[in-house]
């Protein structure tokens, strides 16, 4: 699958469905290649985002990062579907389109997350998006 084809499966994929935590932030579609002979770390996530050397990036894997955060919630277009229901699709689909996936998280004021996974040809694609936890918050 090209890059294009993936971008337009993924954003399908979250069409209408925003990230919970202290803020719900929107899901946007993520890719970038790798240089020949290049492999793939953690450290990586930090150098593609423009973020200093030497970040730390947590890296969780799918399920354990649904589990700890809020999950998703849908906007008003959503129609009959639970937002439990639209993270276990969503989680399928970036499973079936992408290999490894994984979560990678670097923190700052707001936790910048990135869910990828190896595509077909080698590189690097999946969702960005934003995780806000306020710990003075009260539930």
Not at 63 to 81: L, Q, V, W
Not at 109 to 116: C, D, H, N, R, S
Not at 127 to 133: A, K
């Amino acid at each position: 699958m090209n890059k294009d084809q993936l971008e337009k499966e993924l954003n399908q994929a979250v069409d209408g469905l925003l990230m919970k935590s202290e803020i719900e932030a929107p899901f946007e579609f993520f890719y970038r290649e790798l240089e020949q002979g290049e492999q793939f770390s953690s450290e990586k996530v930090t150098e593609w985002t423009g973020e200093a050397a030497g970040m730390e990036v947590a890296t969780k894997e799918l399920d354990e990062f649904f589990n700890e955060t809020g999950g998703i919630a849908a906007d008003a277009r959503n129609k009959g579907e639970s937002n439990e229901q639209r993270t276990q699709m969503l989680k399928s689909r970036l499973n079936e389109l992408l290999e490894d996936v994984k979560v990678y998280m670097i923190t700052e004021i707001g936790t910048q997350v990135f869910i990828l996974g190896k595509t077909e040809d080698g590189n690097y694609a999946g969702l960005r998006t934003m995780v806000v936890d306020d710990e003075a918050s009260v539930e």
